[in-house]
């Protein structure tokens, strides 16, 4: 595949603009018939937006944070399960740049300058927690690797050509191996079966004595014994799909209304668009939409000053700071999904319209992680400064 390489920031966004026009298009008939984005997928791969944050040094535009998340809020006002699929990509884009050695990131860097794509092979099910990881890394006598495990909810690994792997090595520490797609032992089951978030195929990954050489083996555990914002940046990605979910659907609800219902007759107007009750809703929702996307560019920023001069101080502030933004997020999406069929009427539950596809998308991926731990995480650093705790999740 040959990709573009995007120069700067401002292209980034142009060409996140032009792309979410051009899925927006058909993404409701991929929902409804679970057609796989796999087309789509490669046009984002040729377009050169996977590769927006790799470092300078390496040949990338290395976008800010804030950029990066309107990226991604843009492709999730068009199409919420087409933005899920890479959230992964640059999470583990990140691991390399903040662990990977200077043969790994030249290896590596070079591949998603190429077009190519990570997936995420990293929750489990049936486990006591989320943090609680069993697949293994052994290692062999020459110093590689056996991977063996089960991996659920792997969102993009049917459609990568990398996977990344969160296993415990034998000594329990966190690491990330890196499998190329097709690799001996290494299974990718299209089995999703969620109401919402339809074609990211987030499905099962079976590794059964997988053989990974060392130099494709990274110690994460080392990122979070210090100032760390893998979590952070994760998260925020997550806050800005929840932000470009609710940003769509309310687009679609104004559009419906504007174009498709009828006036309450009580309400004495010509036009639907005129009710001064829909005026009045549309704009308690619109406040909650404008809310979420200010929360989400502070919280971006926060990330952009913390990479700038990482310290416990600006890590917590950022940490917080996505925080927030998620967790409003989260409660903006599903309200405006909701809400969609309240300011529309009865003929926007048909099925054959597929406006349900919003809220299933929304319900859907705000259950990534409970918004409820977070606010306790804010609360106690506005009561008592606790910093919040070094994980993935925040």
């Known amino acids: 595949m040959t990709a573009k390489v995007i120069a700067d920031d401002v292209e980034a966004l142009t060409v996140a603009r032009l792309l979410a026009d051009e899925f927006r298009a058909g993404a409701s008939e991929r929902d409804t018939e679970r057609r796989l984005p ?19 040094e390496h040949g990338g535009a290395d976008v800010r944070q804030e950029t990066l998340a309107e990226i991604f809020r843009l492709l999730a006002s068009a199409d919420a ?32 300058l190429a077009g190519r794509r990570f997936g995420n092979a990293q929750s489990e099910a049936g486990t006591k927690h989320v943090q609680d990881i069993r697949t293994r890394l052994e290692t062999a006598p020459d110093g590689s690797y056996t ?14 050509d990398w996977i990344p792997v969160l296993a415990r090595a034998e000594d329990d520490n966190l690491h990330v191996a890196y499998v190329p797609q097709g690799a001996p032992g290494l299974t990718v089951i299209d089995d999703w079966d969620g109401m919402g978030q339809r074609t990211t195929a987030s499905g099962t990954v079976r590794l ?15 990122t979070f014994q210090g100032p760390q914002l893998h979590g952070a940046a994760a998260q925020l990605l997550h806050a800005a799909i929840d932000a470009g979910i609710a940003g769509g659907a309310l687009a679609e609800a104004a559009e419906f209304v504007r174009t498709k219902s009828r006036p309450w007759f009580e ?34 920023r926060s990330v952009d000053a913390a990479r700038a001069d990482l310290t416990d101080d600006t890590a917590a502030e950022a940490s917080v700071a996505v925080a927030a933004a998620k967790a409003h997020a989260a409660q903006t999406a599903v309200e405006v999904a909701g809400a969609l069929f309240e300011v529309s009427g009865t003929r ?10 919003h809220w299933r998308d929304a319900r859907t991926h705000t259950l990534h992680d409970p918004a409820r731990w977070k606010i306790q995480h804010i609360g106690r650093y506005v009561l008592s400064g606790t910093r919040p705790p070094r994980h993935g999740l925040l």
Do not use: M
């Not at 399960?81 to 860097?109: C, D, K, M, W």
């Not at 991977?147 to 990568?160: C, D, E, I, M, P």
């Open 38 to 56: 796999r087309e789509e997928l490669d046009r984002l791969s040729a377009s050169g937006l996977l590769a927006v944050t790799v470092p300078a």
């Open 81 to 112: 399960s087409l933005a899920q699929i890479p959230q992964s990509h640059f999470v583990y884009v990140n691991v390399i740049r903040r662990q990977g050695t200077p043969e790994q990131r030249e290896f590596f860097f070079g591949e998603v």
């Open 147 to 160: 991977l063996t495990g089960v991996k659920h909810y792997s969102t993009g690994a049917l459609f990568a």
């Open 208 to 222: 059964d004595g997988v053989h990974v050489p060392a130099d494709r083996v990274i110690p994460h555990h080392l």
């Open 267 to 300: 309400s004495g107007v010509e036009t639907a668009a005129e009710d001064p009750l829909l005026i009045q809703r549309f704009g308690e929702l619109a406040v909650q939409v404008r809310a979420s996307d200010a929360l989400l560019r502070e919280a971006a």
């Open 348 to 357: 926007s539950a048909l099925n054959s319209l597929n406006l349900h596809r």
